[in-house]
């Protein structure tokens, strides 16, 4: 599994800089047969304007928007509740949490690292993604949320 994800990494880096060449900025469709344009999905709207998805994919890769938790509770309960998130949107873009490759989570507040800590253990699988985590500077998260995550996976075909 650990190479698995090594060698995917790795691809994905590669079509990164091969798509670089001829824009990721194109409009993307959602029903495309080539695996090398990028295909949008669960797309949200602004007032009938295209705002951003809830995920892309681009050949075997899965790109996972932010996702945060817009209700009282705690850090825990935020952070159980942007796991689940995550999840949906993953199992709709047809990959799991165990395919998740990298992580990056948003903290409100970096005193909630341990909390967010204790929920997010063992979500992942065995093999867990790498991770990023962050304090937001000031202002917070969006939407009031204690934490935000999003994460790159990738689709066995």
Do not use: W
């Amino acid at each position: 599994m650990q190479q698995e994800r090594r060698s995917l990494i790795k691809r994905l880096f590669g079509s990164l800089v091969a798509v670089t060449g001829i824009g990721l900025t194109s409009t993307a469709s959602a029903s495309t047969s080539s695996t090398d344009e990028k295909q949008a999905g669960n797309i949200e709207y602004d007032q009938d304007i295209p705002l951003f998805s809830g995920h892309t994919m681009l050949g075997n890769m899965v790109f996972i928007a932010g996702k945060g938790a817009h209700f009282a509770g705690d850090i825990t309960s935020h952070t159980d509740h942007v796991l689940k998130e995550l999840e949906k949107e993953l199992i709709l873009a047809g990959s799991s949490m165990d395919k998740v490759l990298k992580v990056n989570v948003y903290l409100n507040d970096i005193a909630d690292y341990k909390g967010m800590n204790d929920v997010f253990k063992g979500r992942f699988g065995p093999n867990p993604p790498v991770r990023t985590t962050v304090a937001v500077a000031k202002g917070g998260v969006p939407g009031d949320s204690m934490v935000e995550m999003d994460c790159i996976a990738y689709i066995t075909k």
